[in-house]
């Protein structure tokens, strides 16, 4: 039986876990959950009982239900290890860690629909964009000095083959060109974007190839 991915085709965390199944070569199905239409399909009673944080993605294996994209990720590592997705050295492995982690807890958060609609709907701040922008140049200028630093050049963010750090970068990459960020600050990062683009596996990862993508 194949893996059930609860997913939006515009969460960026729904997406980080696409291309590490993607990556790893490994057949799931996609059972979308539009987090706008009708209030939110995340706050639906059935869904709430697999997650009651209400928040995608999830992912059912069998009869066991995981939430949380660097939680699933990793599951996924320890499971199918084949292709990894982190080196075998310690110390790199926390490298790779630490580029995730940067993103999933430094800049998405401040970043997440939940957090905009708070901004929006309590305090009267209309200008989304201008706070969306703020976080993700502060957050890419610490990542791409931490890349120029890197023990580890090569085409992706670490070395030559992709890892779990670059599905994390290319989410937030796609959402900072959907908001219009200035990337030219950031040669690295859009280089490393460029080159994940050009694997199948990020490619079909990506939100306008989704089931329930939409314009």
Request: glycine residues 2%; aromatic residues 12%; hydrophobic residues 40%.
């Amino acid at each position: 039986m194949s893996l059930i991915l609860y997913s939006y085709f515009r969460s960026s965390a729904a997406y980080r876990v696409r291309i590490a199944l993607n990556l790893k070569n490994i057949d799931y199905q996609i059972r979308p959950v539009h987090l706008l239409k009708n209030g939110g399909e995340q706050f639906n009673a059935d869904y709430l009982a697999l997650n009651p944080q209400g928040r995608v993605p999830v992912l059912v294996e069998q009869d066991q239900v995981l939430t949380q994209s660097s939680a699933i990720i990793e599951y996924l590592e320890e499971i199918y290890p084949v292709p990894p997705l982190l080196p075998t050295d310690p110390i790199a492995r926390a490298y790779v860690r630490s580029l995730a982690q940067m993103i999933a807890c430094d800049i998405h958060p401040l970043n997440n629909l939940r957090v905009l609609n708070y901004l929006k709907n309590t305090f009267n701040h209309d200008q989304k964009q201008v706070w969306y922008i703020h976080w993700i140049l502060e957050g890419f200028a610490a990542l791409e000095m931490r890349l120029q630093k890197s023990d580890y050049p090569g085409l992706f963010c670490f070395g030559d083959v992709p890892s779990m750090a670059d599905a994390f970068l290319i989410p937030q990459v796609y959402n900072a060109l959907r908001f219009d960020c200035e990337m030219e600050s950031f040669p690295l990062i859009s280089a490393i974007y460029h080159n994940c683009m050009q694997e199948t596996a990020f490619q079909n990862a990506a939100p306008e190839n989704q089931p329930d993508a939409e314009p």
